[in-house]
């Protein structure tokens, strides 16, 4: 084979060794680490991304459950008749629930509409004691509605005042 001392030929074999390794790195291992590398970027994009809607995801779910919380004040889109049909059940409901006896439930004809937001409207009259009426407007306060007193009028409806007599006007919103 090659003549020439022991050092040569370790000389040889020492220079044939790191052209191999040299060889073997550039072909071999940097494709190697430059796939690995483009891996642990794509990998890292991938996790950046699953953080974020993992995030997403927990806004939603929190979203969800604040619009169930609320769910109970909306009332779904339907004829305007429907509407007032609802708001004057539940108004007799919570005036059968505290006592007072109605003489007259009268809702408007139409409702107003301002912005987003529109509001019916019903004219109230009924007898009852103060209690009662505490409790009516405790009720009215409490109701899955919307509903709000706009304003009201006690008179005293015998001489002892032990009944009164109550007009008020009540409103619905609807968003």
Known sequence: MVKGTGRHKLLLAATIVLAVVYLADRMVL?????RM??????????E????MNLGLQARKAALLDESKTYSAY????SPEHEIT???????????QESGVSLTDLTPDAQPSKTTDVRTYRAQLRADATLWQLWKLFDQLQRSHLLLTLDRFTLTPKDEQASLLRLEATLNLAVP
């Open 30 to 34: 940097s494709g190697l680490l430059t």
């Open 48 to 51: 950046a991304a699953l953080r």
């Open 85 to 95: 049909a609802r708001f004057l059940k539940e108004v007799e409901r919570i005036a």
């Open 74 to 77: 909306l009332i779904t889109a």
């Open 37 to 46: 590398r483009q891996l642990r970027t794509a990998i890292t994009t991938e």
